[in-house]
């Protein structure tokens, strides 16, 4: 006889759940949009042309480095890691605020410019992330139509 909580019928049914949710064309694409955003923001110093090595530069490479490592698993283990889009969507706050936060980096309109548009985006993808959270089994996904498409 299982005694461990992980064998409660509860558990069971919100880990199944959250493989529907994972299947979904939209879960499916806020993980791309968010690896993509990710990896823009590690190579913008170089794409954008701020690429001296200033702390802006390394910033940017690091922030958008562990964004995309904690969004990158986000469908595949679900149900372990949808916690991790807070702070995604923490890194994205700081993308917005970063060039003037940072000492030693002059605010420039390129730089400002890249980094509050792909801030923005990295706060909005961890927010849709967190969004397919609250969506439970028998409720909303029921009441919006999307319980149908979880399941294809």
Not at 18 to 41: D, I, K, M, N, S
Not at 52 to 65: A, D, E, H, K, R
Request: one cysteine or more; charged letters at 10%.
């Amino acid at each position: 006889m299982p005694t461990g909580m992980e064998h409660h019928p509860d558990i069971v049914e919100l880990r199944e759940h959250y493989e529907r949710v994972t299947l979904t064309p939209r879960a499916q694409g806020v993980e791309a949009l968010a690896v993509l955003a990710g990896l823009f923001l590690a190579a913008s110093p170089w794409i954008v042309g701020f690429f001296p090595f200033t702390p802006l530069t390394v910033t940017c490479l690091i922030v958008g480095l562990a964004y995309t490592a904690l969004m990158a698993g986000y469908g595949s283990a679900y149900e372990r890691t949808h916690a991790r889009a807070w702070a995604a969507a923490a890194l994205g706050v700081w993308t917005i605020i970063s060039p003037w936060a940072i000492s030693g980096s002059p605010a420039r309109g390129k730089n400002i410019t890249t980094c509050v548009i792909v801030g923005t985006v990295m706060f909005l993808l961890g927010l849709a992330a967190l969004s397919m959270a609250t969506i439970t089994a028998n409720g909303a996904a029921m009441r919006l139509g999307r319980a149908g498409r979880a399941k294809g």
